[in-house]
């Protein structure tokens, strides 16, 4: 067991780490009160690569280890949430399935543009009346017409809406199939398609940069070349990069654990209540201890199913769901206590972040699959009903 990092990956956080302090923290106090980003944020992100992600470079990518993407989003995630999601996206559900299942020609035009930064795309899975049990509750259809197929439903809750070029979404093609999933497809739309429609989700309580909302489909003709698998196989399509999606979720709640940990260690130390620092008083320790304890066992978590999938460990899904889990957890509850240590201080945004943390925390704990399916999930696999 080796718990060193490479200098590699110790050079590509410290320059994740400039710029996170240079670009993100200035800025995204900002970007949380309006819910809009810059559009040449992923072109930016690209410049350096961190758009790239594990995808092999001959589609653009930056053939990433696992580990040195959990180092980057972590400390993208310190202070922006929407930089991190993009961050890990190509190597996610959205890259990871045309990467497996795709043809030559859609990894060229899809994956190839998004790891260059110049037109992403966004996963369009949840549906208004059904989001964990999707797979198996699919309402949006696909119909073969020739050499296309048509599609219709409704999609919600689809991040990046606000830049994305193109969707990856999932269709119920054989509404006969048993059971459902076995009779879906994985397709690519493109969004000025006919029969599209978006519509960003506002106000909302957290995440608001991630720009999420509805994606409306009436009617859209989709070539066939544009099927990613074959059909009956879409679950396979999307399955495929569900344990890196919660890699990825986890990796976010450790840039969470991280900055809300030194934020209130530099409070604690400056902040004096009857002539003492508050770091003296022993609920102030408490909260400290309770933070620095998860934020290590969230990152023992996190890298030991980086760790497996850089070792070509193909089925991780306990690990993955635990990684998630605890790490999500431990981000809400240490984002909950640092607003409690800072006073009154811990909701005025525009100087500190804790409060935008608390917020955005809550929310990590509902997508990437809730916390709760996890739950279930970790216990079905250890009493062996899965
Ligand atoms: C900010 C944000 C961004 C998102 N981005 C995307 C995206 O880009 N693409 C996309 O496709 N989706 C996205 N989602 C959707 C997300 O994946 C779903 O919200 C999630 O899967 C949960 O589905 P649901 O909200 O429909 O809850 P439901 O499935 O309706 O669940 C409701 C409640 O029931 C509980 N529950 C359900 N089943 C069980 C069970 N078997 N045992 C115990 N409890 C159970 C759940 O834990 C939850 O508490 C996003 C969501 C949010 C909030």
Not at 129 to 157: P, Q
Not at 171 to 195: C, H, K, M, S
Not at 206 to 214: I, K, N, V, Y
Request: with cysteine.
């Amino acid at each position: 067991m080796n718990f060193e990092l490479t200098e590699e990956q110790r050079q590509i956080r410290q320059l994740a780490k400039e710029f996170a302090e240079n670009e993100l923290k200035p800025n995204v106090a900002e970007w949380d009160q309006t819910g809009e980003i810059p559009p040449e944020l992923p072109e930016q992100l690209a410049e350096l690569g961190f758009m790239g992600g594990t995808l092999p470079e001959e589609y653009g990518g930056s053939e990433l280890d696992y580990v040195s993407l959990v180092l980057i989003i972590e400390e993208f995630a310190r202070f922006s949430e929407r930089a991190a999601t993009l961050a890990g996206a190509v190597s996610c559900s959205l890259g990871r399935g045309t990467l497996e299942y795709g043809s030559e020609e859609l990894k060229k035009k899809y994956l190839k543009p998004m790891a260059e930064g110049k037109a992403t795309g966004a996963t369009a899975v949840t549906e208004p009346h059904s989001g964990t049990d999707v797979v198996r509750n699919l309402h949006t259809t696909a119909e073969r017409d020739g050499d296309e197929y048509v599609i219709n439903g409704e999609k919600m809750w689809i991040s990046n809406l606000d830049l994305a070029e193109w969707f990856l979404t999932f269709a119920q093609l054989d509404p006969d199939a048993e059971p459902a999933y076995q009779g879906t497809i994985a397709v690519i739309i493109e969004r000025d398609w006919d029969g599209i429609e978006t519509r960003v989700e506002k106000p909302i309580t957290g995440s608001r940069t991630l720009s999420s909302g509805a994606v409306k489909l009436n009617d859209v003709r989709v070539p066939v070349e544009n099927r990613i698998g074959e059909e009956g196989k879409g679950y396979k399509v999307l399955m495929t990069g569900t344990e890196i999606g919660r890699l990825a979720c986890a990796s976010r709640g450790l840039g969470v654990l991280q900055q809300c940990l030194k934020e209130s260690i530099e409070y604690a130390n400056q902040r004096e209540v009857f002539d003492q620092n508050i770091g003296e008083y022993q609920l102030v320790k408490q909260k400290i201890a309770n933070m620095r304890e998860n934020y290590e066992a969230a990152k023992l978590l996190t890298f030991k199913l980086a760790d497996m999938k850089d070792r070509g460990v193909d089925h991780a899904q306990q690990s993955a769901s635990m990684a998630k889990r605890f790490t999500t957890n431990a981000a809400h509850q240490a984002a909950e206590d640092a607003v409690q240590l800072h006073g009154a201080n811990g909701i005025a945004e525009s100087s500190y972040s804790v409060g935008r943390h608390f917020r955005n925390s809550k929310v990590s704990k509902l997508y990437d699959g809730t916390n709760d399916i996890h739950t279930v999930m970790i216990a079905d696999h250890e009493l062996g009903y899965k």
